[in-house]
């Protein structure tokens, strides 16, 4: 399997990731969550722990057991985390703490190392002992402005790990332990990111009735607020009063998301009847619809107002357009503004951007090629497999800054 | 082209290669006083990761953009004077962090001291302090005279023509690239030595630069061939 990676990122990057494994091989390391399907953790242990065992580290994955009421809780952990004001009642964290134990006595977490990914299942670390294992807590959330009164509860568990790990630089906090940012990845084998024909992208685009005969300036996004689609229609408006083009707005049927139907039927009001704005309600599965839809655009916009790290945005620079974003979130990582793509804070900038690109074809190709080579480099699976490999090292090094393997 | 004059060395040179871990300290500067204070506290490896990030980042472009505080001068604190300052440090002339460290604080507080106001940077784009933490490999290739070295030259990531020609000048603090340093002194290549080491390693892409130094050292054994010739 991980040998299809190396026509993509160089047989030399495949050679690093055998290397770097041979100093892992035969250690167990086993990895926790809350849930074995859906949810992006879940995605990328699916992707990872397979990769690891071809690499021969003897990767495991266990998924902790909690009733309605602990996932109720455990929530409102997670949209505190993320600022939101939640209210808490003792024997919410009474709960929180039952079930950790329930479950710490019940799995088996003998391993060299444990990996536990985000708050749901953080507390295990009441079984960590000393000289037996090393426990590195992965955080996938946006820490950035957490609710204080939940992260200064959360904290003292954290700072019982051996290490700890943030997708971003502003997701981190002051910890006494180690933090080590590593970033999410895209998987371009996947079908929403792997190559597609002409022949394929047209058909799919015929299907979905989009015209390909002009400019096309797309967003994939859900319908949410913080994703601005209304902002969107009025920067293209500024734009079409001077360029001949189109707006694809691409987004889920938000059919189980009443925010969304809102935001949705916003849309569809601003956008009017006019024929130049295109509204798509595709369903949860339609990853090669996405990956087509990218590759048949001119422009990606990703026009957020708020962004965990914002991984689209790496997917579409994978397909090698110019992207136009909101310099939010994880997006800075991802787009050096001017070099890898754009970089904007408005309606007007982005209104501004469009029509520069749309004007100057040799810049915006040169942004798209930049782009997919950033992404190559930064943001693809084999990256992120080969950092967690150096994490998993780095723990028989502490404090050094310089180690000879 | 038969080469079996080439002088072989006492030591082969071992090509290494390197990856490394970003860590997050955790520290972050909302204005060019913290920024000045919390450069000064900080260990050596967050002054290279923040000089070097993008060098790193971005193999495929050159001009790359210029470092972290040179971006963050321009792009948070609006300063496009001292980040022309910071954009213009020249690392290539610095032989150690500590140097190089002094030459920024110095450029900031200067600016400091110049500037009337002292402005925070908009929310959000605070900077974030993080440092490299480097893991060296051995490759499986070795040389033992030029021809050796030009094949390998081929064949090694730019993650270790990178570790050889930035990491062990100015973070192993080697005082020069590993290259120059083996040519002169088990090869006796003098003046091949001095030219890798008059490269400036910070203006090309990491394959530009394996296509130059192939090219120095493939001139080198041409001219060596012809002298024996001769």
């Known amino acids: 399997m991980l040998e299809q990676y190396a026509p993509i990122v160089g047989a030399g990057v495949i050679d690093d990731l055998r290397l770097i494994a041979k100093k892992l091989a035969g250690r167990v390391v086993r990895n926790v969550n809350s849930t074995a399907v859906g949810g992006g953790?879940?995605?990328?242990?699916?992707?990872?722990?397979?990769?690891?065992?071809?690499?021969?580290?003897?990767?495991?994955?266990?998924?902790?057991?909690?009733?309605?009421?602990?996932?109720?809780?455990?929530?409102?952990?997670?949209?505190a985390?993320?600022?939101?004001?939640?209210?808490?009642?003792?024997?919410?964290?009474?709960?929180?703490?039952?079930?950790q134990e329930l479950n710490a006595a019940q799995m088996d977490l003998n391993a060299d190392i444990l990996f536990i990914h985000d708050p749901q299942p953080a507390g295990l670390i009441v079984k960590k002992t000393p000289g037996k294992g090393r426990w590195i807590w992965?955080?996938?959330?946006?820490?950035?402005?957490?609710?204080?009164?939940?992260?200064?509860?959360?904290?003292p568990v954290v700072e019982r790990y051996d290490a700890s790990v943030f997708s971003a630089p502003a997701f981190s906090q002051v910890l006494s332990i180690q933090q080590v940012l590593i970033s999410p990845s895209i998987d371009p084998l996947s079908d929403k990111n792997r190559d597609l024909t002409q022949e394929e992208v047209a058909a799919i685009c015929d299907r979905l009735q989009i015209p390909r005969d002009r400019p096309l300036i797309t967003q994939v996004s859900r319908f949410d607020y913080l994703k601005d689609p209304v902002g969107v229609i009025e920067a293209f408006r500024m734009v079409r009063e001077r360029i001949d083009c189109r707006l694809l707005l691409v987004g889920g049927s938000a059919d189980d998301d009443p925010e969304g139907a809102k935001v949705l039927a916003e849309v569809r009001d601003r956008a009017a009847d006019d024929p130049d704005i295109l509204i798509l309600c595709l369903p949860p599965t339609s990853h090669v619809e996405i990956n087509a839809i990218q590759r048949a655009s001119d422009i990606i916009v990703q026009k957020s107002i708020r962004e965990g790290f914002g991984l689209t945005v790496s997917e579409a620079l994978w397909k090698g357009k110019p992207v136009i974003a909101g310099a939010v979130g994880g997006i800075p990582l991802q787009i050096t503004h001017k070099?890898?793509?754009?970089?904007?804070?408005?309606?007007?900038?982005?209104?501004?951007w469009l029509k520069q690109l749309l004007q100057s074809p040799d810049f915006a190709r040169k942004l798209g090629e930049n782009g997919r080579e950033h992404v190559r480099d930064n943001f693809l699976l084999t990256r992120h497999l080969r950092e967690y490999l150096m994490l998993f090292l780095s723990l028989d090094h502490p404090g050094k800054d310089v180690v000879y393997l | 082209m038969d080469q079996?004059?080439?002088?072989?060395?006492?030591?082969?040179?071992?090509?290494?290669?390197?990856?490394?871990?970003?860590?997050l300290t955790g520290l972050r500067a909302r204005n060019l006083r913290e920024m000045a204070d919390i450069l000064k506290a900080v260990p050596g490896s967050v002054i290279y990761h923040h000089t070097h990030r993008f060098l790193k980042q971005h193999q495929y472009l050159s001009p790359e953009p210029p470092n972290d505080f040179a971006w963050w001068a321009a792009e948070a604190m609006q300063d496009a004077r001292l980040a022309e300052r910071l954009a213009a440090v020249d690392t290539v002339n610095f032989k150690t962090l500590r140097e190089l460290r002094e030459k920024i604080v110095a450029i900031i507080e200067d600016r400091m001291a110049k500037r009337k106001t002292a402005a925070d940077a908009p929310e959000g784009m605070e900077f974030h302090f993080m440092k490299s933490v480097s893991f060296i490999l051995p490759t499986p290739y070795q040389a033992g005279d030029l021809r050796e070295f030009s094949e390998a030259l081929r064949k090694v990531s730019v993650h270790s023509i990178y570790h050889h020609v930035f990491e062990a000048r100015l973070r192993l603090e080697h005082g020069v690239n590993d290259f120059s340093r083996w040519l002169e002194e088990e090869l006796g290549e003098m003046v091949l030595a001095?030219?890798?080491a008059q490269l400036d390693p910070y203006t090309c892409t990491l394959e530009g630069l394996r296509s130059r130094l192939i090219t120095l050292a493939e001139n080198r054994m041409i001219e060596s061939a012809e002298s024996h010739h001769a």
């Open chain 1, 41 to 79: 953790v879940a995605e990328i242990l699916n992707r990872m722990v397979p990769l690891c065992k071809e690499l021969g580290v003897d990767a495991r994955w266990d998924v902790i057991k909690g009733g309605e009421q602990f996932y109720a809780v455990t929530k409102k952990i997670h949209n």
């Open chain 2, 194 to 196: 001095v030219e890798i």
């Open chain 1, 339 to 352: 070099h890898s793509g754009i970089l904007t804070h408005s309606v007007e900038g982005t209104a501004y």
């Open chain 1, 81 to 99: 985390l993320h600022g939101a004001t939640q209210e808490f009642s003792p024997s919410d964290w009474d709960l929180y703490w039952q079930t």
């Open chain 1, 138 to 155: 992965r955080c996938h959330i946006d820490l950035s402005s957490p609710d204080l009164a939940v992260w200064n509860a959360l904290k």
């Open chain 2, 4 to 23: 079996s004059h080439l002088p072989r060395a006492k030591h082969s040179f071992r090509f290494f290669t390197h990856v490394d871990l970003t860590e």
